[in-house]
């Protein structure tokens, strides 16, 4: 990862594998909050300064830990689920993965309980159904979900259902800015955004038009496992 893009994030999950390269950027990495994503290892310890185990922080962090479902330990154990990439590959995701992607809402955006999130996006994606819907699995989170994504309708539908957060794709992203502004574009409650593939200089132009607070780019953060 290039030291631009490093300083940029406030929130790095890696995978044990990554340690070591880690290790050597370590003053890059002061700012950071650090969580390691090690399934499959339950003994073993971060390496790096400072850093948490994401699975012990998710069962620390919830406030029934009995409902949270018991994370698998053998790595290459699979969930029945199968999500789609922008690109249209086909990927599956393990229980750790799912659980990992349903926590970065919470971790980069401190949404929970009281939020509700807007989905525009089909749920055969990782986005929509992990980010999305498992924030309402995870959290409690309300989830107002539609069935196309149009950015005519995106900031109407905010603001009938009162939506605190929305997701975003790349073609979403971009269109929101492309199209004329409207007296409705700051009228809604939504402050904060969360998504993948946002297109170069559309995160201030997202913030500074439609009153957001926060603009979140997952941007490879999931770890998720091709099928062949």
């Known amino acids: 990862m290039r030291r631009r893009r490093l300083r940029r994030l406030s929130v790095l999950v890696y995978e044990a594998d ?4 880690l290790l050597s950027a370590l003053p890059m990495l002061r700012h950071l909050r650090l969580l390691l994503s090690c399934h499959g290892e339950p003994d073993r310890p971060p390496r790096l300064p400072g850093a948490l185990r994401l699975e012990a922080e998710l069962l620390a962090e919830t406030e029934n830990p009995a409902l949270m479902p018991p994370l698998p330990r053998q790595p290459d154990h699979r969930a029945p689920l199968l999500v ?3 690109a249209g ?8 993965d799912y659980l990992q992607i349903a926590a970065l809402p919470r971790l980069l955006l401190e949404l929970g309980r009281e939020d509700v999130l807007y989905i525009c996006q089909p749920l055969h994606t990782a986005l929509a159904t992990a980010a ?4 309402a699995i995870t959290e409690g989170a309300t989830c107002v979900l539609r069935s ?3 950015p005519i309708g995106y900031w109407t539908d905010c603001a009938r259902h009162g939506c605190t957060a929305g997701l975003y794709d790349a073609a979403l992203a971009a269109e929101l800015v492309r199209r004329p502004g409207r007296p409705t574009d700051r009228l809604h409650s939504t402050t904060r955004l969360l998504g993948r593939g946002l297109p170069s200089g ?3 132009q997202l913030v500074e038009r439609f009153g957001l607070d ?3 780019e997952l941007g490879g953060a999931a770890p998720v496992r091709r099928l062949s």
């Open 18 to 21: 990554a340690e070591t390269v």
């Open 84 to 86: 789609a990439t922008e």
């Open 89 to 96: 590959r086909q990927l599956a995701l393990t229980h750790a």
């Open 132 to 135: 999305g819907v498992g924030l």
């Open 148 to 150: 196309d994504c149009s």
């Open 202 to 204: 559309c995160r201030q």
């Open 214 to 216: 926060e603009v979140v």
